[in-house]
């Protein structure tokens, strides 16, 4: 099983459970996401989720594999799409979404993680949106935020550049509220989480769309927008060079580009 869901104490957990492969993300396990974020924000005994990987990585991002053989298709298909269906349900979760990063978290596990609420980062993590080098380009209204959080200067190196950064840099550039042992991560963000239940939903659920309200409407052009340049992008020679690359073990080479 590659993603595990479980309700404790008003907590929906999605651990995600495919170390073999880096807890690289699939379909199917972008499928499993938006099903159990629908799900707890259906159910009233659920306050607050909390995603979550495994010791030493969160996710290395989209399977690169999935990339080259199931890319999602264009326009509306690309919408209907798994990953979109994850991202969106993301987007409308109106309970709180606490992420503990346990390990690396590489392109979408780091997207992800603009539009939680809260982002505990254990001291050992490396965070990185890669996709230029991949020949892609920002996601999931990274684009917007990410020069909102850090100014344009330090967006460029993040999502030009690809830069990886630190767990500290991830505080200082707020992405992140706090760095953690790894060993507490977890449980940290948990008791975050579980705070939820001693407060009111109706109000949360209301300061929370308030919080996020005011660019909900450019945020979801901005992804529209980002999301044709993607999966365009994701049937390019260019792409194909560095996908191709990757699982050969060596540097791609654009030189011929
Ligand atoms: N998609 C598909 N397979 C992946 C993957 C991904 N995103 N990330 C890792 N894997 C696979 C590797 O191919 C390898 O498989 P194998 O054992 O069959 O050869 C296995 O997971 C272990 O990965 P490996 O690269 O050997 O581990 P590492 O500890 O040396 O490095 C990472 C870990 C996460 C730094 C590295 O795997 C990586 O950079 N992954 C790709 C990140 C990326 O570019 N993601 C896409 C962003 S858009």
């Known amino acids: 099983m590659s993603i595990k869901t479980a309700i404790l104490n008003g907590v929906a957990t999605i651990e995600i459970a495919r170390p073999e492969k880096k807890n690289a993300l699939t379909v199917a396990m972008y499928q499993a996401m ?19 990987g495994q010791p030493g990585i969160f996710t290395s991002g989209n399977d690169i594999e999935d990339f080259m053989s199931r890319a999602p298709g264009q326009g509306s298909d690309a919408l209907d799409s798994p990953v979109f269906r994850f991202m969106r349900a993301l987007l409308d979760c109106d309970k709180p979404v606490v992420a503990a990063v346990t390990g690396a978290a590489i392109g979408i596990g780091t997207t992800m993680l603009l539009h939680c609420d809260f982002v505990y980062v254990s001291d050992e993590a490396r965070l990185a949106m890669p996709f230029v080098g991949l020949g892609l380009v920002p996601e999931f209204g990274s684009s917007l935020v990410v020069p909102q959080l850090m100014g ?19 505080v200082d550039c707020g992405i992140a509220n706090a760095v953690l042992p790894p060993a507490e991560v977890v449980n940290h963000a948990r008791r975050v989480a579980e705070r939820f239940n001693q407060l009111p939903p109706g109000a949360v ?14 945020l979801t052009q901005v992804i529209r927008t980002e999301g044709e340049g993607f999966t365009r992008r994701l049937k390019s020679p260019e792409a194909m060079e560095a996908f191709q690359a990757f699982f050969q073990k060596r540097k791609p080479d654009f030189s011929k580009f």
């Not at 344009?152 to 991830?170: H, N, S, V």
Request: cysteine-free.
């Open 34 to 52: 938006a099903d159990a974020l629908d799900a707890a924000r259906e159910d009233v005994a659920v306050r607050a989720v909390l995603i979550t």
């Open 152 to 170: 344009q200067r330090r967006a460029a190196e993040k999502l030009l550049l690809g830069d990886p950064f630190t767990p500290e840099q991830a």
């Open 205 to 218: 659920r209301e300061a929370k769309r308030l919080l996020r309200g005011p660019q909900r409407e450019l």
